[in-house]
């Protein structure tokens, strides 16, 4: 299974296939605590984990910031909503967005187990969801969640 879902770099901070938003810090962090760079290579995440970094990351990334890089279909809209309304109008928007990107990630099955809004913990000008995709590669479902500013 973890062939099929793949190994890279971990980048983002937090436990693995953690909920992010858009104010995470992204780091290319070596070792743990203090790293002496020669004897600790990077920290490596596989598997589910990687797929969950991976789900974030493409739902994080504009669509169209790689088109220099020959990836121009990559990422999300979810930018799009920034200066949106909180409404019942933006939260469609940004299902469809996610339902957009998550379709073109090919560690996944075609059809979202479950993304749904979690309307009391939002803040006054944010939708936060949680995402729940089928692997490609079987086993349990992978969650993670996202705040999104608008």
């Known amino acids: ?10 980048v983002l901070l937090g436990p693995p296939a953690m909920g992010a938003h858009d104010g ?9 605590g ?3 760079r020669a004897a600790d290579g990077p920290l490596l995440l596989d598997g589910r984990h ?5 789900l974030v990351l493409r739902l994080l990334t504009p669509r169209g910031a790689l ?6 279909e990559y990422g999300s809209r979810l ?3 920034i200066g949106e309304r909180k409404d019942e109008a933006s939260r469609a928007r940004c299902k469809t967005f996610v339902l957009e990107a998550v ?6 099955e075609n059809e979202v187990v479950e993304l749904a809004f979690d309307i009391a913990s939002e803040g006054p000008s944010e939708l936060r969801f949680l995402l729940t ?10 969650s993670v969640g996202l705040g999104v500013d608008l």
């Open 103 to 108: 379709a073109a990630e090919p560690r996944v």
């Open 50 to 54: 990687n797929l969950g970094q991976a």
């Open 133 to 142: 995709v089928q692997p490609v590669a079987g086993g349990e479902p992978v």
């Open 34 to 36: 203090v790293v002496d």
């Open 67 to 72: 088109s220099d890089l020959g990836h121009g």
């Open 79 to 81: 930018h799009e909503l």
């Open 1 to 10: 299974m973890n062939d099929v879902l793949g190994t890279d770099l971990r």
């Open 24 to 32: 995470s810090a992204l780091d290319l962090r070596l070792g743990a």
